[in-house]
């Protein structure tokens, strides 16, 4: 039985297979305790923000061209890097 969806079948295949297959597919499992609804909730949301799951939705939302999505990606690395310096001379005592 063929995995994709009825309207990928045919041309272009292999790129509908990339499309669906391309990310890891990750379960996030949330155990209901005593039926403790609440707690079980914000053990998911806490889960759900450690995946980064609300990140990428955000970013989701519209589509990011190539330049945008570089731009981005080297601002983060910059804002990365700098608050390594600042905890690491935090650290030391400079």
Same mark, same amino acid.
């Given at each position: 039985?063929?995995? *994709?969806?009825?309207?990928?079948?045919?041309?272009?295949?292999?790129?509908?297979?990339?499309?669906?297959?391309?990310?890891? *597919?990750?379960? &996030?499992?949330? &155990?209901?305790?005593?039926?403790?609804?609440?707690? !079980?909730?914000?053990?998911?949301?806490k889960k759900?923000?450690? +995946?980064?799951?609300?990140?990428?939705?955000? *970013?989701?939302?519209?589509?990011?061209?190539?330049?945008?999505?570089?731009?981005?990606?080297?601002? +983060?690395?910059? %804002?990365? !890097?700098?608050?390594?310096? %600042?905890?690491?001379? +935090?650290? +030391?005592?400079?």
């Amino acid at each position: 039985m063929d995995p *994709l969806p009825f309207s990928m079948r045919g041309k272009g295949r292999a790129k509908a297979h990339c499309y669906f297959y391309k990310e890891a *597919l990750t379960i &996030v499992q949330v &155990v209901v305790r005593d039926n403790n609804v609440d707690q !079980a909730l914000k053990a998911l949301k806490k889960k759900m923000q450690r +995946e980064g799951v609300f990140r990428e939705m955000k *970013l989701r939302r519209h589509f990011e061209k190539p330049s945008e999505k570089k731009a981005r990606e080297d601002a +983060e690395a910059v %804002r990365r !890097a700098r608050k390594l310096e %600042r905890k690491r001379i +935090e650290r +030391e005592g400079f």
